[in-house]
């Protein structure tokens, strides 16, 4: 709701006296002496009755503004608590994804660091590889099938023989 321009209450109030005051000339001209009086109190009658309906006015209008402003309010606040709802429900989302990565990321550096340890010379390194690609797969519904390919695949390679003249620290790391 715009604000009443200044030009209204500064032409409004004038009119308004106006009227009362030709009002009350037009009843005194035609009226009595005894009437006269009556002329006069109903020509104030009419001025006061104008204004009363300008102060209504302005009462229905200041009523109109507040509620507006409350309405206003209200839709604000309802916005608020819908950004900060959203916001919360981002940020849950978040810090859900960045726990979600966490795991993948300790999982992948895991897997990785135990078929790292299946190609090492040493047979007690690669049993740890075994061992901790076994805990991966107990563990991770997901990785299983990964896992046992991968178990199966280093089976599956080929084995030779340590020759029978090395050193015994030789034997104690073929397979």
Known sequence: MRPIPRWVLAVGIPVMVAVAVAATWLLLGFGLDRDKLDAVRTGGTLGVGLGGVVALWLAVRRQ????????????VHKLAERTAHTNETLQRQAANDARD?????????????????????????RLGGLYALERLAQNNISQRQTIVNVL??????????????CPPSARTTSV
């Open 101 to 125: 990565r966490a795991v993948e990321q300790q999982i992948t550096e895991l897997y990785a660091k135990s078929v790292e340890q299946l190609g090492s010379e040493k047979a007690p390194v």
């Open 152 to 165: 199966c695949a280093y089976l599956r390679m080929p084995y030779s023989l340590p020759e029978p003249n």
């Open 64 to 75: 109109r503004s507040t509620e507006l402003d409350l309405l206003n309010k209200y839709e």
